[in-house]
């Protein structure tokens, strides 16, 4: 076991970055993952964790697989360095990020699409949503919070590691998920839009959900095969762009 105690160690600054700075985990394809329960769920993962760090007064449950895994002790000043929780647990891993596999993609056939939704929380908690709805994918469009930003993995608590969740145009994937017979549902308040629970769907979806203040952009909407809403029967303006997916998601899995 390799064992850090200086602050200044270059794997210290490193791990930093790692927690602080999308740029770092864009650029290396890694990212850090912080406490007991999440560390858990990427050791599920094994081949995807690449060092499992614990501060030296931190104890590893027996029963985790951990012998063939790189581990490295550090002191609580340097845990503290890239901590990201107040109250830390003083257990990290850093994982590799996953890539989608191209040949899997053509199966999904239950899908989340999400354009520009900015707040981490957000993100992790619908990841989270289509995980536990039974979902095959999570595509996180322009825009979006960072997949791989501590809040948005502490959201959804260990979903990153049990559905994929891949980022690119939402455009593109409208027409790939239509070629490959999968209608497309936006959710937006416009007079052609009809109530969610009215929608007919066979089995195969994408649900489109969009930006928390301005909706999905009107260019994605136009693509949809129907635009959806959820019908407010109080005197809120709106619903929290997560819940609101919740309430979809389970509306259309049942």
């Not at 602080?20 to 990212?31: I, Y």
């Not at 825009?143 to 959804?156: E, F, Q, V, W």
């Not at 095969?225 to 389970?250: C, H, K, R, W």
Request: hydrophobic share 45%; proline share 4%.
């Amino acid at each position: 076991m390799k064992r850090i105690e200086s602050t200044q160690n270059t794997l210290v600054k490193y791990w930093k970055k790692l927690a602080t700075t999308r740029k770092e985990r864009e650029r290396s394809g890694e990212f850090l993952v912080e406490g007991f329960h999440l560390v858990e769920e990427a050791l599920k993962n094994k081949e995807q964790v690449l060092q499992l760090i614990v501060r030296e007064d931190v104890d590893l449950p027996m029963l985790w697989p951990i012998d063939d895994v790189t581990l490295v002790e550090v002191t609580p000043a340097v845990a503290k360095e890239f901590a990201e929780t107040e109250t830390t647990q003083g257990v990290f891993a850093v994982c590799k990020q996953p890539t989608a596999v191209a040949d899997s993609m053509s199966t999904w056939r239950k899908v989340l699409l999400v354009d520009a939704v900015q707040d981490p929380g957000n993100i992790g908690t619908m990841i989270r949503t289509a995980d536990a709805a039974g979902l095959d994918a999570v595509v996180l469009g322009k825009g979006c919070a960072d997949l791989y930003n501590p809040k948005t993995l502490r959201s959804a608590q260990g979903s990153h590691f049990h559905i994929p969740v891949v980022r690119g145009d939402l455009e593109d994937w409208i027409d790939v998920l239509q070629d490959n017979g999968v209608p497309v549902f936006g959710t937006a308040l416009d007079e052609d839009a009809v109530p969610y629970s009215d929608i007919q769907h066979g089995g195969a979806f994408a649900i489109m959900v969009g930006n928390e203040g301005s909706g999905i952009n009107p260019q994605l909407l136009s693509k949809a095969d129907q635009n959806m809403i959820i019908p407010i029967f109080g005197q809120a303006e709106s619903l929290n762009v997560a819940v609101a997916t919740g309430i979809v998601l389970y509306g259309f899995a049942k």
